[in-house]
């Protein structure tokens, strides 16, 4: 089985999902390359489970550890010097094998590397396949922040092959749920004039999504993709409609930053951040009684509960002023405003304290 969707920007590419073998992964990859040099930048996980398989040459790659700590400078530099000494020119690639990390921070050397080579996103993890490996945001962080150095710059070509996920452990699979979540309360922003049931469709369909049903995630991926792709090729760089992606990750952020990475993952920080906005959109009157119920319901039926912020609000709220969502004095987040509809709202710190 497999997919084809079409990113329409200027650099337009495409993204393939399929669930075929990795010998036609293999041979996709020589394809999109055309002969051209290439540096893997790999995950030290899917190295070991997936190196051998998938036929990789070890000159051509760079093995970095798992872990959001590892998308630092440091790792940038030592991809940047293996390009160098592998050759590479401006006419060469990178391919960022792996989960969010690996993708954001190859796809942030490819950007810079001679100003700019191609770079193929070959996701390996649930969240990035819905999220990061699309639309081309590509960061490091630094110790003051997440993402605070990057680039957009679009990849040569994703390839999505749901058979990673059958080695995903549940902790990431279940992040990368967060983030599917999260397009299911967008959905109507996303595309307009358009009936979308992502929603519905994660509702009814729970138990073949834990199940890893090869068709069901397949179309999750593809619909949460389609709403990306709708969203990224009007918004590029994040001027506007673009925003809306960062449902649930203001206090995600914050959450991340204040637990040096380690209580949350993603996906569960971004779960955290979408109560938290649906609580505020509720006791404002934004939205009904029975979606605030229908959204916290859909939470809790992929493990998602809310929980008590134990963290000191003065210290998540000087995080968020911190953040690329901040502006000036006033904090933004993305709240629900309707079903399946979200807005922008610029906030105070002290309306922000109220929420908590
Ligand atoms: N992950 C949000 C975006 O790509 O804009």
């Not at 329409?8 to 590419?13: Q, T, V, W």
């Not at 190196?51 to 400078?73: A, R």
């Not at 920080?269 to 938290?276: D, K, P, R």
């Amino acid at each position: 089985m497999r997919q084809i969707l079409n990113v329409p920007l200027n650099k337009e590419y495409k993204i393939v999902i399929s669930d075929e073998g990795f010998d036609t992964l293999k041979s996709e990859i020589e394809e999109a390359l055309q002969g051209q040099k290439k540096l893997f930048v790999v995950s030290k996980k899917v190295f070991k489970l997936y190196g051998k398989k998938l036929g990789l040459n070890k000159d051509e790659v760079l093995v970095l550890p798992d872990g959001e700590k590892e998308k630092n400078i440091k790792n940038y530099l030592t991809i940047i010097q293996k390009a160098e000494s592998l050759g590479l020119t401006r006419d060469d690639a990178i391919i960022a094998l792996g989960g969010g990390v690996i993708g954001d921070i190859a796809g942030f050397a490819a950007s810079t590397y001679m100003r700019g080579i191609d770079y193929i996103q070959i996701p390996t993890t649930l969240l990035a396949m819905v999220d990061s490996s699309v639309g081309g945001k590509t960061a490091i962080d630094l110790k003051e922040a997440k993402n605070l150095i990057g680039t957009f710059y679009q990849p040569k070509a994703v390839f999505i092959n749901i058979n990673f996920l059958k080695t995903l452990d549940k902790k990431q699979f279940l992040s990368g749920l967060g983030e599917v979540l999260k397009y299911a309360f967008i959905e109507e922003d996303c595309i307009s004039g358009q009936n979308l049931f992502l929603f519905e469709y994660l509702t009814l369909g729970c138990e073949k999504v834990f199940e890893k049903d090869a068709l069901t995630i397949i179309r999750i991926i593809e619909y949460c993709l389609n709403l990306k792709i709708a969203v990224v090729s009007e918004d590029e760089k994040e001027a506007g409609l673009r925003r809306i992606l960062n449902l649930g990750h203001t206090l995600a952020h914050a959450l991340e930053t204040i637990t040096n990475y380690k209580k949350f993952t993603h996906g569960e920080a971004v779960a955290q951040g979408i109560f938290f906005v649906l609580e505020y959109a509720y006791a404002k009157g934004l939205i009904s009684y029975s979606y605030y119920r229908l959204s916290t319901e859909l939470l809790n039926k992929y493990g998602f509960k809310e929980k008590k912020i134990k963290y000191s609000p003065e210290e998540l709220i000087s995080i968020m002023k911190h953040d690329k969502k901040a502006l000036q004095d006033r904090i933004k987040f993305i709240i629900p405003c309707d079903r399946k509809r979200v807005k922008e709202v610029l906030l105070t710190e002290d309306e922000v304290y109220q929420m908590f």
